[in-house]
């Protein structure tokens, strides 16, 4: 019985958090922009603190790529990083007032690694969103 | 500093909620600290959640490659939409989700809108097969109807269709399912893409450049994967080992930013080189997997 009451606290816990996200994948899409078209997939992260989300991604050569991300419901609360296969830093929003999107031209295609994390300056926890997007 | 890779946190769910529903009204970092008390234990519990997640290329982008190649429009390339009957079992489902996804981006850039409406119907009814009813905005049939023609209407719903499912499966813990999805629609898009173009040109280039996003795909079926997938991961294995003969380069360039437009132009340099020997063996185990799926 305590574990049945546990199962479904949880499940309901979850469903609260995860239900945030939604909402900010929703507000996060307004910033896609025209002429940008999305990946079809939502990355999503419950983040705490300090802790990190990370993905990697492939950007194709000669594509144009819109970068969105967002947590909680105004703009400027997610740092996001994007680094080259080696590790080197190509771009922060941080440089840029944690602008909420950014483009990326790209000569070649290459691999990178995102990470985004949130400042913590103005929050301490929150579902963390990122989209994908190309120019057609 | 503590790192997580992108997933299903489920304690730091548990930690958000308890802190007090996450954001304060204005966005500012909340007072409530001593809502929860978080420990180092807690903290190692964090760290042990979570795997990395690879953003997997778009079907679209591989269609709008194939246009861009002068390739012609084949209509035998696509699997046919009365095939949908055929597949039962969800894992079966979610992988023709995906294909007839990549088929619908195929129609709608080739603006094929007899067949795109049918396209998006089928994969109507395969969503709701897959009890992703949830996921779908009412009225999607009759506003793809309406914007028949309009080819970035028709990709930007599509998108949209496909973000969402993504986003409801992901919340609902149904990862397999959307890691199948994924894969349905890269196999078939990359199954049009040799076949449209017999393997000439940028396509052979771009071929070689899905070195990465098949391991992607291979590393989210195996996080997730189940009995019922364990061919399919398999015989995505093997394509996996032909793809590791690609050779690679890579040479760092530092990238140019242009503030006022939110802008940086990324100018590394990267090259792939692949054997005319490799890309027919590559070519050929890439159509016996999609056949296996659609038949």
């Given at each position: ?6 199962t479904v606290?949880l499940s309901f816990i979850l469903g609260a958090a995860f239900g945030q996200c939604d909402t900010?994948a929703s ?11 999305s990946?079809g997939q939502l990355y999503r ?82 579902c963390?969103v ?7 | ?6 997933s299903i946190?489920c304690?730091?769910a ?42 997997i290329?778009?079907p ?19 699997n046919?939409t009365?095939n949908a009957g055929n597949y039962i079992s969800s894992t079966d489902k979610s992988l023709a989700m995906g294909i007839y996804g990549a088929n619908l ?13 049918s396209c998006m119907t089928v994969l109507e009814q395969l969503a709701n097969d897959l009890d992703l009813a949830g996921a779908i905005d009412r009225g999607l049939i009759r506003r793809f ?12 719903l599509s998108s949209h269709f496909f973000r969402n499912s993504d986003g409801y499966l992901k919340e609902n813990e149904r990862d397999l399912t959307a890691a199948l999805i994924i894969a349905g629609g890269w196999?078939e ?28 795909i291979?590393?989210i079926l195996?996080r997730h994967g189940s009995d019922e997938v364990?061919?399919l ?60 799926i659609v038949?």
């Open positions: 019985m305590r574990n049945l009451i546990l606290l900010i507000v996060c899409s307004k910033h896609i922009g025209d002429g940008f078209i990946d992260a419950l983040l705490y603190e300090d802790q990190v989300a990370e993905f990697n991604a492939t950007f194709f050569g000669g594509s144009t790529y819109r970068l969105v991300g967002c947590s909680g419901f105004e703009s400027g609360n997610l740092i996001y990083s994007v680094f080259d296969e080696k590790r080197n830093l190509l771009f922060t929003n941080s440089d840029y007032d944690n602008a909420p999107y950014w483009d990326f031209k790209v000569e070649s295609t290459m691999q990178v690694i995102i990470e985004a994390h949130l400042d913590q300056n103005k929050l301490d926890s929150g963390a990122m989209l994908i997007n190309f120019e057609k | 500093m503590i790192r997580m890779k992108w946190a304690f730091a548990s930690l958000l909620v308890l802190q007090g529903c996450v954001e304060s009204s204005d966005s500012q970092k909340s007072s409530d600290d001593d809502l929860t008390t978080v420990s180092d234990a807690d903290k190692a519990a964090v760290l042990r959640v979570g795997d990395a997640v690879f953003s290329p778009s679209v982008q591989t269609a709008l490659l194939i246009e861009q190649s002068g390739a012609d429009y084949d209509a035998s390339l696509p046919a009365a981006a195929y129609y709608a850039i080739f603006d094929q809108n007899q067949e795109a409406l109807s309406e914007n028949l023609g309009n080819q970035d209407s028709l990709l930007v196999v898009g990359m199954f049009m893409a040799v076949n449209s173009t017999n393997g000439n040109g940028e396509i052979r280039q771009r071929i070689a450049e899905q070195k990465h996003a098949l391991s992607g291979v590393s195996e364990a061919a991961i398999t015989s995505l294995k093997d394509l996996q080992a032909l793809f590791d003969g690609v050779k690679t380069t890579y040479e760092y360039m530092r990238p140019e930013v242009d503030a006022a437009s939110k802008m940086t132009h990324l100018k590394s340099e990267t090259s792939y080189s692949i054997s005319d020997e490799l890309f027919a063996q590559i070519v050929e185990e890439l159509e016996s997997i999609r056949n296996s038949s």
